[in-house]
């Protein structure tokens, strides 16, 4: 009996990569994003099937997984992929933007979890692989407060779950990429303008430039991030954390190997 995978953020990168991954072999894929009206490739493959889903609301998350429960009959694993970067000064985002990095980031996991539970109880136990950044684990660039705020909410949600759902037999990872190559992260995200606040020029510059620029010596190939994912899903990987990609790895390099002040300096240095 093939297993099936539910993916949130299917329209693009690292949701999509692996989608077809897990179709290719063998599994039922439960794609979903939030134009789906839009999507021609994912279509094509006999054992996927498309659902719409804007993870922050409740409704949609709700039809989404019963359609693709009556589609596939079960889930096996849960892949909480959907997220955005709300970047800019926390003095000048507004109130909709801050709530709304939470609701996408952080109560989106929340809402498809909640949803599946009871559906991975009656089965006997389940998988959810929730997607974080390194960001979830140290800082690496201004800028970044409310995307990183989501992040290591979003690790401590799925650390203490462990302990919630082991008594069920329901299993929680992570993953924290960095860069990856044809995922361009700049397009999922969306800057918060200093307005008449001019003690941020500079900095916003800088890090924009540093975004546009990075090399591909701080990316990684999207395949790696989609192995893990997979090494998780069939139990070929245990470990709970799982940073991967050259930027991940440069940066917890660095801060397991100094003391947190001189690792702040050594950052904010970059951006002086």
Sequence with gaps: MRKTIFITGTSSGL?????????????????T????????????????????????????????????IAAFGRVDVVMNNAGMGAFGALESSTEEVIDWQFAVNVRGP???????????????????INISSVIGLTTGMPLQSLYAMSKFALEGLTE????????????????????SEGNNFADN??????????AYDELLVKVKHLIATAGPELKSNPREIVDVVYG???????T?????????????????????????EKIAANFA
């Design 15 to 31: 949701g999509r990569e692996t989608a077809l991954y897990f179709a290719e072999q063998g599994w039922n894929v439960a794609a």
């Design 33 to 68: 994003m939030r134009s789906p009206e839009k999507e021609r490739d994912l279509t094509k493959k006999e054992n996927i099937r498309i659902f719409r889903l804007d993870v922050t609301k409740p409704d949609q998350v709700k039809a989404a997984v019963a359609g693709a």
């Design 110 to 128: 929340i809402n498809v979890i909640r949803t599946f539970l009871p559906h991975l109880r009656s089965n006997g136990g389940g998988v959810f």
């Design 160 to 179: 203490a779950l462990y302990y919630e759902l082991k008594a069920q037999n329901i299993r929680l990872y992570l993953v924290e990429q960095g860069g």
């Design 189 to 198: 995200v969306s800057w918060s303008e200093a307005g008449d606040i001019r």
């Design 232 to 238: 998780l899903a069939t139990g070929r990987i245990t």
């Design 240 to 264: 709970f954390r799982n940073p991967v990609g050259n930027m991940s790895k440069m940066l917890l390099s660095l801060r397991g190997s100094v003391p947190i002040e001189e690792y702040l």
